[in-house]
């Protein structure tokens, strides 16, 4: 059974992952930023349930920016365990509204939790997964990794961004029994949307006319669908990571294509979307998004 670390545990798809490797008798170190105040509810029900059910799960103050907390995290499961098996790069936040309208401050902390953020765990955890020779990093990215959307300008480049350095991973280290996986989710109910951070230079949105409605319509358009009977289940996206996870090492591939002139991409290992849609129907709901 596994030694698993994830990232982001306090809701959504990290919390249902963790539950949900831990019933398969993996041991989940879930970690979680503010674990002894803000998210001491969150730790302490998923404490509570691993109690009551008989799972092994333990749970870790991490600030996926901290890289500190980043290295205590990993120091004291080596010290318990002295191995990491699977690492599932999940922390992030969803920043929606037009371009212009966010502060570069605004700019630099979306890039700084979901890009750098997985950088930083990766470097923590690599020199332990090479000297295994042995370990399997896993990358929740996003459909929006690959389209790009109106009104999602520094969530889409934060995750073109974790993207590039994943599939840039799964090449380099080829040859270490490491392997870097991508899980590309379209859009599930979560915390995700709740907690989205708004533009804080609302002045500069004036000039845009209708436009400036775009995160509005944006927000309702998915609280509607995540409140309405054909809502996706998010624990679709846990059970494809358990899929992956449970792939014998070396067969979660990427398969490697090339488009026309396109430069070379590697397909996700996974890529979950409601109603089982399929990133081409995502190219069709990405045209009729830009045709405001
Ligand atoms: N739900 C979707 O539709 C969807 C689609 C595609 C991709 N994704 C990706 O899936 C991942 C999980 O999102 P979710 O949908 O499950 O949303 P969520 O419920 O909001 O979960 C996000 C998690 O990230 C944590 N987090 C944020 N900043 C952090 C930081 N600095 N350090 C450590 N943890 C931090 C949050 O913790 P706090 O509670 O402390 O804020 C929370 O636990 C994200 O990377 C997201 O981009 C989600």
């Not at 333990?58 to 500190?68: A, I, T």
């Not at 923590?124 to 009104?151: D, E, K, M, N, W």
């Amino acid at each position: 059974m596994a030694i698993v670390l994830i990232t982001g545990t306090s809701s959504g798809i990290g919390r249902l992952t963790a539950e949900t490797l831990a019933r398969e008798g993996h041991t989940v170190y879930a970690t979680m930023r503010d674990r002894n105040s803000r998210n001491r509810d969150a730790a302490d029900g998923i404490l509570r349930l691993a109690k009551e059910q008989g799972l092994a799960i333990r749970v870790l103050d991490m600030d996926v920016k901290d890289e500190s907390a980043i290295q205590g995290a990993v120091g004291e499961i080596l010290r318990e365990t002295s191995r990491i098996d699977i690492v599932v790069n999940n922390a992030g936040l969803m920043s929606i509204g037009l371009a212009e309208g966010f502060t570069e401050a605004q700019a630099a902390h979306q890039m700084d939790v979901n890009f750098l953020g997985p950088v930083r765990v990766c470097r923590a955890v690599l020199p332990h997964l090479r000297a295994q020779r042995a370990g399997l990093l896993i990358h929740v990215t996003s459909i929006v990794g690959r389209l790009l959307f109106p009104g999602c300008a520094f969530y889409c480049a934060s995750k073109f961004a974790h993207e590039a350095y994943a599939e840039v991973l799964h090449y380099e280290l080829k040859g270490t029994g490491v392997e870097s996986v991508i899980v590309e989710p379209g859009p599930y109910p979560s915390r995700l949307l709740p907690n989205s951070p708004a533009p804080e230079d609302v002045e500069r949105l004036a000039g845009y006319g209708d436009l400036a409605a775009l995160r509005d319509r944006f927000v309702r358009h998915f609280s509607d669908f995540f409140s309405s009977p054909s809502a996706p289940d998010t624990r679709e996206v846990a059970d494809g990571i358990l899929r992956l996870v449970q792939l014998p090492p070396g067969t979660r591939h990427f398969t490697v294509c090339r488009r026309g002139f396109r430069r070379k991409r590697i397909k996700p290992a996974y890529c979950p979307a409601p109603g089982g849609s399929t990133p081409r129907t995502w190219a069709r709901i990405h045209d009729s998004f830009c045709s405001y």
